[in-house]
């Protein structure tokens, strides 16, 4: 019985320890961006890993793919959880939280939470996973474009994390990650060889209206939001300004050039139709 107490408080004197590492080190202010950066290379990890043993039993195309393809099919659904998760995230603070309401008078270009905080540094360590395996197996995974496309996007979304700076605009632009589980599922779909069906049909229209809302429409009303807001915008430090401006900016022109191309494709595919 004085064995299983002793056990009991050494347990609970654990616990206890555990505890207070957590909060003081692991989920603490100064550490938050450190943690949550680590932990968004982790889940990408164990997604991929995931993706990789779940096809293996329940998807028939998974076994005849080749080697760099089923790289490429464990690596979509890795982007896929991630982009479910931040769309989520940047929906709530952009739309449904009131950290950056109008309603409050200091700058909303200097709000942040420990919750922002901590989805933008998921979000780095998936940018950081991602665009290591590009440089890894380039230009399997993606070309020069999925480069500067993450490139730009882990160092706006890294400076917004750790200064605190710009978060309300960066979970906008972030919203456009709507559009990627969308555009995995027709890479799925093409190597399952159902680009002739109905799903491959109506996956292509969902692309056309999630694209135009998340990568053009919220583009605009970004801008218009900086536009409204310019007074706070500029007490942002020179780099934070830089990359308001800049970051967007760039992405929105690539927006533009892929949307192009996917009403190319669509149109296309409906002729085939007809």
């Known amino acids: ?53 779940i096809s293996t039993f329940y998807f028939r195309t998974y076994a005849g793919l080749t080697k760099i393809q089923r790289i490429e099919w464990n690596n979509r659904g890795m982007s896929s959880v991630h982009a479910i998760f931040i769309t989520a995230m940047s ?23 420990p919750l922002s905080t901590f989805a933008l540094g998921v979000s780095v360590g998936y940018f950081l996973s991602d665009l290591g395996m590009i440089f890894w197996l380039y230009p399997a995974l993606g070309g020069l474009e999925y480069v500067v496309h993450h490139t730009l996007s882990a160092i706006a979304v ?86 308001v401006f800049m970051v967007p900016s760039v992405l929105a022109a690539m927006n533009l050039m892929w949307f192009g191309k996917i009403v190319k494709g669509m149109m296309k595919t409906l002729a085939k139709r007809q």
Do not use: C
Not at 24 to 51: C, E, N
Not at 91 to 111: E, G, I, K, M
Not at 178 to 201: C, F, M, Q, V
């Open 158 to 243: 890294s400076y917004s994390m750790f200064t605190g700076e710009g978060q309300l605009y960066t979970f906008m632009v972030l919203i456009s990650e709507l559009t990627t589980p969308e555009i995995n599922l027709r890479w799925y779909l093409d190597i399952a060889g159902l680009k002739k069906s109905n799903a491959y049909l109506i996956n292509g229209v969902v692309i056309f209206f999630a694209w135009m809302v998340a990568r053009i429409l919220l583009f605009v009303y970004m801008f218009y939001h900086v536009y409204l807001h310019y007074n706070q915008v500029i007490q942002m430090h020179e780099i934070g300004l830089l990359l």
């Open 91 to 113: 929906l709530y603070f952009v739309f449904w939280s009131d950290l950056y309401s109008d309603q409050y008078t200091d700058p909303v270009t200097f709000r942040s939470s």
């Open 1 to 53: 019985m004085a064995v299983s107490n002793k056990t009991a408080l050494a347990f609970k004197s654990y616990q206890n320890q555990a505890q207070v590492l957590v909060k003081t080190y692991l989920l603490a202010d100064a550490f938050m961006p450190y943690t949550s950066v680590l932990g968004g290379v982790f889940a990408s990890k164990m997604v991929y890993d995931l993706t990789q043993l």
